[in-house]
C-alpha cells in the first residue's frame, strides 16, 4: 500500500507521495511513486501512483516508450488538454492490467492501479485528476480540492479542515506532508522518505522538489510542532460543568 495526494490551489499544486512498496517484520523496501515529465516553457506534468508496482512501472515504461517514438499515435507532447493525458495512462493502465490482472488473479493477487494526473499545459488551466483503476477519470473541485489514491482515510481530516482552493501553495504543502505523516502514524505500509513537489501556476517550470526523510531536519521540525500544536488544543478544549 502507499499513500499519495495532490492538492490544486489557485496559485498552484502541490504533489506529495510517500516511498514503501512493501512492509513486514523484516522486509521494507522503497520505491519512488512521484514521475515528472517536464518541457519547461511549454507544459509540465506530474504523475503519482498507487497499486500493483508492475501495472504503474509498466504505465510509466510504456509513456517514456512513447515519447522516444516519433512516430507513436499519442504521448505527452501531443495532447492538447490535461484530459488528454488522463484518457492516455488510463487506457494504458487498462491494457496492463488486462495482460496480467487474470494470472495475479489466480493466485490471490490484483493488477490493479490507480494515478493522480496534475500539471499544466501552456495556454490551458492547470489542474488535477485522479485516474481509477478501471481507466475513467475524475477531476478535483473547488469545493474539494485535493485527491488521494492508496491508503487515504488517516490523512483525510486534516484536508478537509485546511484546504480551500484559497490556501497558499506553501501552506498546501505543509497540509500535505502533516497528511502524510498522520497517515505513517497509523499505517505501517506507508513510510519514508516522503516526496513533495510545488508548481507555481503558470510558470510552465519545473516544481520545487523536496524529499524528506524520518532524520531530516524539517521534516522533524514539522513533526514536533505538529504533535505539540496538537496537545496544546487537546488540553484548551472547553471543560465540563463538573470539573
Known sequence: MTYCIAICVNDGIVFASDSRSNAGVDYIRTCSKMHRFCWPGDRVIVLLSAGNLATTQAVVNAIQRDLDDPDAEFNLLKAKHLFDVADYIGDLSLK???????????????????????????GKEHGIYLIYPE???IAASTDTPYLQIGENKYGKPILDRVI?????LNNAARCALVSLDSTMRSNISVGPPFELAMYTRDSLEEPRQLSLKLASPYYKSLQKSWNDGLKRAFTDLPKFDWE
Open 96 to 122: 496492463e492490467q488486462q495482460h496480467h490482472g487474470p494470472a495475479l488473479e489466480k493466485g490471490g493477487g490484483s493488477a490493479a492501479a490507480s494515478f493522480i494526473l496534475g500539471g499544466q499545459l501552456s
Open 135 to 137: 481507466g475513467n477519470y
Open 164 to 168: 480551500t482552493v484559497e490556501s497558499s
